[in-house]
């Protein structure tokens, strides 16, 4: 299993709009896809602004091109991202996960 991680920040005043947002659009998405396991979304303030952290879990490597493309260890952005994100991060970690 891999896990990908995504880190994006919002102004504090965007936070809870942004958490519904990524409840209605984002989560879904993922769900839909094959080869996808679960999620974690983790949120928090700090320095007011909003932190957002998404840890997905996939069957593979290959169920996360099918997601986000070719080239997957670039983050992937839905159109409405630039009414909240303060900045576009460019890259997503991935790990094996063994526990």
């Known amino acids: 299993m891999i896990a990908r991680i995504w880190h994006g920040k919002t102004k504090v005043e965007d936070y809870e709009v942004y958490t519904e947002f990524m409840i209605k659009t984002a989560i879904p998405d993922y769900e839909k896809t094959l080869g996808f396991v ?3 979304f983790l949120r928090n303030i700090k320095n007011n602004e909003g932190h957002f952290t998404l840890i997905t ?9 099918n997601f ?7 983050a992937k952005y839905y159109p409405e991202d630039e009414h909240f994100l303060l900045e576009f991060e460019e890259h997503v970690e991935h790990f094996e996960v063994f526990a």
């Open 57 to 65: 879990y996939w069957k593979n490597l290959e169920v996360i091109r």
């Open 68 to 74: 986000a493309g070719e080239d997957f260890e670039k």
């Open 38 to 40: 679960k999620l974690s």
